[in-house]
């Protein structure tokens, strides 16, 4: 048995959860989340809490008992509190904007960059910091990664779009290289 699927998820206030055959569906303050689970994991309403638990001790179950209790401790944060993800802009002229459905990226193209924001998922720009936030864990960490994957940070001079806090290794040009011999 997963060491991770054996402790019990505390429901905050306001969290409603309900199971239907292998369905589980979570309604909060932040919306409402639906994850379809193996036949192989039961999960148990308690009054303050749910309980993951196998019903057969093959494989299959030890190995989705673990993942099945983290999805749906991240679908409880989610709907209680939401999940945000942060991103910086480095770099002369880089610029963003959200224009209704889209978030428009000008990071040095020759062309104007457009992602359009998924359903579920709030974006604000201040200055040179984009805020993604939502209740899907999922949505807003793979919207994230779309957009720092339009101008990845760079070693040599550091400019792109990285997480707040990112530590990107700067590596050292050609002028260092031949200064050292």
Request: aromatic residues 4%; glycine residues 12%.
């Amino acid at each position: 048995m997963s060491r991770k699927g054996r402790v019990p998820i505390k429901m905050p206030k306001g969290v409603e959860v309900k199971v239907t055959k292998n369905i589980v569906t979570v309604k909060g303050p932040k919306g409402t989340l639906t994850q379809e689970i193996e036949e192989c994991v039961n999960v148990n309403v308690a009054s303050e809490e749910l309980v993951v638990q196998v019903n057969d001790t093959s494989r299959d179950g030890r190995r989705f008992h673990g993942l099945y209790r983290s999805l749906i401790q991240n679908m409880v944060d989610g709907v209680s509190s939401g999940f945000k993800k942060q991103l910086e802009m480095i770099g002369v002229g880089y610029r963003a904007a959200v224009q209704g459905h889209m978030l428009d990226l000008q990071i040095g193209c020759s062309h104007p960059t457009q992602l359009k924001i998924p359903e579920g998922i709030k974006a604000t720009v201040e200055k040179n910091i984009i805020t993604l936030e939502g209740h899907d864990k999922q949505k807003v960490g793979q919207f994230a990664a779309e957009v720092r994957g339009m101008k990845p940070p760079e070693p040599y001079q550091g400019k792109g779009i990285r997480y707040v806090g990112e530590y990107v290794r700067r590596k050292a040009g050609k002028a260092a290289k031949t200064a050292a011999k």
